[in-house]
């Protein structure tokens, strides 16, 4: 089973987290599973940003992105060759290591 390596986020993973996911799982899911609430303004329907992450490992073992996804992530902050929805990207066979960054585009955040 795959493993999923969250790196230190100061809100969301102060410690870091690694934690096992299904083939197939997108990230945000697996992340929920662990506990980890990434933010999700679209509720993970491929419409806004806010789940952007950053694909440190294994980035070229998820399938590509379609058109409507690299769209939206034109749109984030932060952007980076690596860059994926974690809603979108689905864990493959391999190891994935993972940065949540720290802003995102929303303005408000349902988070207090």
Request: with cysteine; proline share 5%.
């Amino acid at each position: 089973m795959p493993k999923i390596i969250i790196l230190p986020h100061p809100e969301l993973c102060p410690e870091g987290a690694e934690l096992e996911a299904d083939t197939g799982t997108s990230i945000i899911e697996a992340a929920f599973k662990a506990g980890i609430e990434i933010e999700h303004a679209c509720e993970m329907a491929c419409a806004c940003t806010t789940c952007h992450v950053v694909v440190r490992e294994g980035f070229d073992s998820l399938e590509e992105s379609d058109e409507l996804e690299d769209d939206l992530l034109d749109k984030a902050w932060g952007l980076e060759p690596e860059s994926r929805l974690s809603c979108q990207a689905l864990v493959g066979e391999e190891d994935l290591v993972v940065e949540i960054p720290k802003y995102t585009i929303n303005q408000v955040s349902e988070r207090h």
